[in-house]
């Protein structure tokens, strides 16, 4: 499972909040960073949550 966060992310940090094992705020490039290119499968439902728990819809999840 990969885990993406489209351009229109508005950095408002609430995924690093909810989900820092997955999500990370780079404050030099201003941009939101996935801590994994592939989601380990513990992780799995927690990268679900934060697709559902988005804001404004940004993250989402692509199946192997």
């Given at each position: 499972?990969?885990?993406?966060?489209?351009?229109?992310?508005?950095?408002?940090?609430?995924?690093?909040?909810l989900?820092?094992?997955?999500?990370?705020?780079?404050?030099?490039?201003?941009?939101?960073?996935i801590?994994?290119?592939?989601?380990?499968?513990?992780?799995?439902?927690?990268?679900?949550?934060?697709?559902?728990?988005?804001?404004?819809?940004a993250?989402?999840?692509?199946?192997?």
């Amino acid at each position: 499972m990969k885990l993406y966060i489209k351009e229109y992310c508005v950095r408002c940090g609430l995924c690093e909040d909810l989900y820092p094992e997955l999500f990370r705020l780079d404050t030099e490039k201003d941009e939101i960073e996935i801590k994994y290119d592939e989601i380990p499968v513990e992780l799995e439902a927690k990268a679900k949550n934060a697709m559902r728990d988005c804001a404004i819809a940004a993250v989402f999840v692509q199946r192997r």
